[in-house]
Nanobody, 123 residues
């Protein structure tokens, strides 16, 4: 069983930056697709960014040009660099991983999840 632990969340003002990390408890093959999701109170969990086994990346429209997803397979860690943060980015952020192919996979296809890290952006 793969355990994922997110860190790096916090409270920032609009326009600020945060870097989220997601560390895996054991080696994760580069064949795993990984993604960042977020969930705001009263809303469904939505995909933010994903990276597949080929290193291709995809972003939700509202974060394009502001967020960057990356992975360091040697460190078994996934990252999300978030710049130019907006109040609407406020949510709990989760990372996920699984042996699935492709980008923008829905949450139910991922079996491995972290506990989440809170991001709060004030105006």
């Amino acid at each position: 069983q793969v355990q994922l632990v997110e860190s790096g969340g916090g409270s920032v003002q609009a326009g600020g930056s945060l870097r989220l990390s997601c560390a895996a408890s054991r080696y994760i093959s580069s064949r795993y697709s990984m993604g960042w999701f977020r969930q705001a109170p009263g809303k469904e969990r939505e995909g933010v960014a994903s990276i597949d086994s080929d290193g291709r990346k995809s972003y939700e429209d509202s974060v394009k040009g502001r967020f960057t997803i990356s992975r360091d397979n040697a460190k078994n860690t996934l990252y999300l660099q978030m710049n130019s943060l907006k109040p609407e980015d406020t949510a709990m952020y989760y990372c996920a991983a699984d042996l699935i192919y492709g980008l923008d996979r829905p949450p139910y296809e991922y079996n491995h999840w972290g506990q989440g890290t809170q991001v709060t952006v004030s105006s």
